[in-house]
Antibody, heavy 117, light 108 residues
Framework: QVQLQESGPGLVKPSGTLSLTCAVS?????????WSWVRQPPGKGLEWIGE???????NYNPSLKSRVTISVDKSKNQFSVNLSSVTAADTAIYYC??????????WGQGILVTVSS | EIVLTQSPATLSLSPGERATLSCGAS???????LAWYQQKPGLAPRLLIY???TRATGIPDRFSGSGSGTDFTLTISRLEPEDFAVYYC?????????FGQGTRLEIK
């Protein structure tokens, strides 16, 4: 059973860069899947951030594209997200998830990241 | 970008009743790329339905999905206490993924 686990700082300063990693276990990141990041501001809905394939090919939410980079490390079976120039509006629970043929079938537990000085 | 609009925003029902949740799309969505999720407080979303009408592994048959084009529906035939949660629809198209804003299903 594939499991995903997010890690990273829970507090980021305004104008800084948010960096999170998702460790994949129980399966290879090299499989025929895309790996995504989704976020959820407190009390609000879900927003897709972007996705990456093991080859390094990535797609991003147009509204975040100028600030987001998603990368993959096959040797560690993990993928990461960097979000630059953060503001309070980027405060959210950040989830990593496996994308499979049109839907997210496995999710991490999520990590709360707060943007504050 | 395809915008998904869910209705109602909040649905108040009693256990045993039937729930009908709607998801409307601003453009045609391929049925292969329409999914529904359930989210309970403090937990990650859980996949319920994919391909518009296929139940995910382990999902009870009281959950069903239907629809095509721009109008999709999630039906819970007979509500159990554990079904009260927030439900999201999600679509994929043109290398972009969007979610509806959610329907909160609450106990009446």
């Amino acid at each position: 059973q594939v499991q995903l686990q997010e890690s990273g700082p829970g507090l980021v300063k305004p104008s800084g860069t948010l960096s999170l990693t998702c460790a994949v276990s129980g399966g290879s990141i090299d499989n025929n899947n895309w790996w995504s990041w989704v976020r959820q501001p407190p009390g609000k809905g879900l927003e897709w951030i972007g996705e990456i394939y093991h080859s390094g090919s990535a797609n991003y939410n147009p509204s975040l594209k100028s600030r987001v980079t998603i990368s993959v490390d096959k040797s560690k079976n993990q993928f990461s997200v960097n979000l630059s120039s953060v503001t309070a509006a980027d405060t959210a629970i950040y989830y990593c998830a496996r994308w499979y043929m049109g839907y997210f079938d496995h999710w991490g537990q999520g990590i709360l990241v707060t943007v504050s000085s | 970008e395809i915008v998904l609009t869910q209705s109602p925003a909040t649905l108040s029902l009693s256990p045993g009743e039937r729930a009908t949740l709607s998801c409307g799309a601003s453009q045609r969505v391929s049925s292969s790329y329409l999914a529904w999720y359930q989210q309970k407080p403090g937990l990650a979303p859980r996949l319920l339905i994919y391909d518009a009408s296929t139940r995910a592994t382990g999902i009870p048959d009281r959950f069903s999905g239907s629809g095509s084009g721009t109008d999709f529906t999630l039906t819970i035939s007979r509500l159990e206490p554990e079904d009260f949660a927030v439900y999201y629809c999600q679509q994929y198209g043109s290398s972009s993924i969007t979610f509806g804003q959610g329907t909160r299903l609450e106990i009446k």
